[in-house]
């Protein structure tokens, strides 16, 4: 079956730009995930959906990060104004369960943000 | 915070040889993760281990979580090109909200 799928797969950007990063999770999955990869490391968490809740966005790095997911299945990642450190690979996650009864996660290609 | 440490960093070894690489964590785990990244790719789960002790085994790898729930271990016997990729260990982050704290991952090149 079809699995998480991400638009657009390469984004450049002006710094200063918005930009809007699109995720389709796996249908029926009640959980999405965003996470921030940069170069060489692992992905860092940003928030957690469940359904149209947004239950965590602990991880956000500023408020010029916002995501939405308004009806509890596409989700969109709002950065504006972007700097050169936003740079960085935007991966989506979702998974079929309640995030707090199980932790496995379906990942996305993610989407590869430069900004100049 | 929490936090994942992987070794090695880097591996590279001749093709049909066995891996072993490891995680450890600074706090206590109740679940371990263990995903595949390739280039220009998203992770791919490999192996989910639930239980202190537990051995789990996908194919060619095997996966073990630690008795002080404190590490895991991934192991790929026999390996063979297509294994090459960034290998994650992840563990939940605190607060029981679903968030995955990922190690900095073990890249892995095998020679032919």
């Known amino acids: 079956g079809a699995g998480v799928s991400q638009s657009p797969r390469y984004k450049v950007a002006k710094r200063g730009q918005d930009v809007a990063l699109r995720c389709d999770p796996i249908?029926?999955?009640?959980?999405l995930f965003w996470y921030q990869q940069a170069l060489g490391q692992g992905p860092e968490f940003l928030t957690y959906?469940?359904?149209?809740?947004?239950?965590?966005k602990s991880g956000l790095p500023s408020d010029r990060f916002f995501a939405e997911r308004p009806e509890g299945s596409v989700s969109t990642l709002k950065i504006q104004r972007t700097q050169q450190e936003d740079s960085a690979v935007y991966l989506c996650?979702?998974?079929?369960?309640?995030?707090?009864?199980?932790?496995?996660?379906?990942f996305g290609p993610g989407t590869r943000l430069t900004v100049l | 915070g929490q936090q994942l440490n992987q070794s090695p960093q880097s591996m590279f070894i001749q093709e049909g040889e066995d891996v072993s690489m490891n995680c450890t964590s600074s706090?206590?785990?109740?679940?371990w993760l263990w995903y595949k990244q390739d280039p220009g790719e998203g992770p791919v789960l490999l192996i989910a281990?639930?239980?202190?002790?537990e051995l789990t085994s996908n194919g060619r790898l095997t996966a073990q979580f630690g008795i002080t729930r404190k590490d895991s271990f991934l192991n790929i016997s026999a390996s063979i090109p297509s294994d090459v990729g960034i290998y994650f260990c992840?563990?939940?982050?605190?607060?029981?909200?679903?968030?995955?704290?990922f190690g900095q991952g073990t890249t892995l090149q095998v020679k032919p």
């Open positions: 992840a563990g939940p982050g605190s607060g029981n909200t679903g968030k995955l704290i």
């Open positions: 996650a979702s998974s079929p369960w309640v995030a707090e009864w199980n932790n496995e996660q379906f």
């Open positions: 249908s029926g999955h009640v959980s």
């Open positions: 706090s206590i785990f109740n679940t």
């Open positions: 281990l639930y239980k202190a002790g």
């Open positions: 959906f469940q359904n149209e809740a947004q239950l965590d």
